[in-house]
């Protein structure tokens, strides 16, 4: 089983940016389907995009789409997600995930341990 780790996370003004990047201890996400994820306090985990294996299907929540973007590294094996203009509700605990299957419609295998991400003035 892949053991992911996320980093990149901190402490952001308001619309500032963040990139996190998900790998994978000892080996290569190239051939995964991997999600990214975040959970607030006092809310529920959601989901916020995913990147099919062969990177040719790519999905977001409507509350990030536009502001965030999942792409691969192939050159690293690894995945990244570039949020630009984050806002205060953006604060929460950031996952990457492998998800079963080669489209992003199957379930998550693997989590990593998550990064914290705080937007805040």
């Known amino acids: 089983q892949v053991q992911l780790v996320e980093s990149g996370g901190g402490l952001v003004q308001p619309g500032g940016s963040l990139r996190l990047t998900c790998a994978a201890h000892?080996?290569?996400?190239?051939?995964?389907?991997i999600g990214w994820f975040r959970q607030a306090p006092g809310k529920e985990r959601e989901g916020l995009a995913c990147?099919?294996?062969?990177?040719?299907?790519?999905n977001y929540v409507h509350s990030v789409e536009g502001r965030f973007t999942i792409a691969r590294d192939n050159a690293k094996g690894t995945v990244y997600l570039q949020m630009d203009n984050l806002q205060p509700e953006d604060t929460a605990v950031y996952y990457c995930?492998?998800?079963?299957?080669?489209?992003?419609?199957?379930?998550?295998?693997?989590w990593g341990q998550g990064t914290q991400v705080t937007v805040s003035s």
């Open positions: 995930a492998r998800k079963l299957g080669t489209s992003c419609s199957g379930n998550v295998q693997s």
């Open positions: 000892g080996a290569t996400l190239n051939y995964y389907t």
């Open positions: 990147t099919s294996t062969f990177g040719d299907i790519k």
